[in-house]
């Protein structure tokens, strides 16, 4: 399972991920920056980049005016008929995954966890989603 969380745009045909880049004061929406990043095992390289410093990935900093698109990823599954969020492995090399769901039945009958009002967590095998 490909499991994807996040903001991401299309950068000259290839999907990168996005963040917005924090400031210390108010900026204009045509003000903004943003950070574009691709992971470097994908054998593409493409003009500008520069390897990040403390991750796998090649990223930039572009200007609002340079995005040409945007749009979030959510990676979906369910886990005995709940639908869940599915947030990616906790530890490396263990078929286990973070889910979360607003489902009060989870809560109650599944054994999930209370984070939050309304936000419930559980690490489960990857095997039964779907």
């Known amino acids: 399972m490909n499991v994807r969380t996040g903001n ?20 204009l929406e045509k003000d903004k920056q943003f950070s574009i990043c691709y992971s470097s095992a994908e054998n593409i390289k493409l003009d500008g980049f520069q390897k990040h410093a403390y991750a796998d990935l090649f990223c930039k900093t572009v200007g609002y ?10 990676t979906l599954g369910m886990y005995k008929g709940v639908i869940v969020q599915v947030f990616g492995k906790r530890l490396e090399n263990v078929n286990i995954v973070e889910v979360g769901t607003d489902n009060n039945y989870a809560f109650k009958e599944l054994d999930f966890l209370k984070l939050e009002e309304n936000w419930y967590i559980k690490d489960v095998l990857n095997t039964p989603l779907l």
């Open 65 to 74: 005016s340079d995005l040409k698109n945007a749009y979030t990823v959510k």
């Open 8 to 27: 991401y745009t299309n950068y000259l045909g290839y999907e990168c991920q996005l963040f917005e880049v924090r400031t210390e004061v108010p900026t």
